[in-house]
């Protein structure tokens, strides 16, 4: 069994500093990078493409509306041609950073606000898929289960990859609570178990206490979650115990 794990990263900005980057690397194999209207600044991009060529992780954007005050999780109105502009946008300038170190766009994962609208709105999950797929047809779009964006993304012929979450309660409906409930991050070995079940059974218990269905393609730990970085290797271990190889999404999606 394989699965592959990702991470938000490069989400520092000037003299903030956000994250654990350095640390999380090496147990990660997708690294989604904040292309400055959320977070991140063109210093803070260069230097995360840097660090994921270093340890051989696949870089993807993190594109999300123009919100920096609010980190990108306030709705903005915005129409979908805007919404198709911004991810474009974004998206380009960090093909600018990955070009300097001969490396691909692999994926694209949008942040925050616009990732939730997208798990609804289809005319949101059709823009943003419309401006990757002009952009580069081979990217990879990360995608919560049952989703607009991945439901739409297939098809259209789009790939989409089924994305779950280790620090985040599932709902019933597939998507996540954008804060984190149920139990604390002190509990590495239960929440790493968590994300083994989602992997090989394709379960997972809801914040209402029910078990839904899951396809977990790839698992997202945040970096800025505080013990992320024990957690992360919890995981890894435990995914590795199970003999389930972390692997870069390509590798699944092929």
Known sequence: ????????????????????????????????????????????????????????????????????????????????????DYVSYQLGALQGFTKQYGLPVAHCKPHGAMYMRAMEDEKTARAILEAIASIDENIIVFAMNHSAVADLGEKIGIRVAKETYSDREHTETGSI???????????????????????????????????????????????????????????HHLLKKNEINVTPIQEILK
């Not at 350095?22 to 493409?49: F, L, W």
């Not at 239960?190 to 698992?219: P, Q």
């Open 1 to 84: 069994m394989k699965v592959d794990v990702n991470c938000d990263m490069g989400e520092s900005f000037g003299m903030y500093q956000l994250g654990n980057d350095e640390e999380m690397m090496q147990y990660i194999t997708s690294a989604n990078i904040a292309c400055g209207y959320h977070a991140g600044d063109p210093g803070t991009m260069r230097k995360t493409v840097e660090l994921a060529k270093e340890h051989e992780v696949h870089i993807g954007a993190h594109p999300a509306f123009p919100d920096l005050m609010g980190f990108g999780r306030r709705q903005l109105d915005c129409t979908p041609e805007e919404i198709k």
């Open 177 to 235: 609570l954008m804060t984190r409930k149920g139990p604390t991050i002190k509990d590495y070995d239960m929440m790493a178990e968590r994300v083994v079940r989602m992997v090989k059974e394709g379960k997972v218990t809801a914040d209402t206490g029910n078990d839904i269905s899951v396809t977990a393609e790839t698992v997202c730990i945040h970096g800025d979650t505080p013990g992320a970085v024990e957690l992360a290797k919890t995981i």
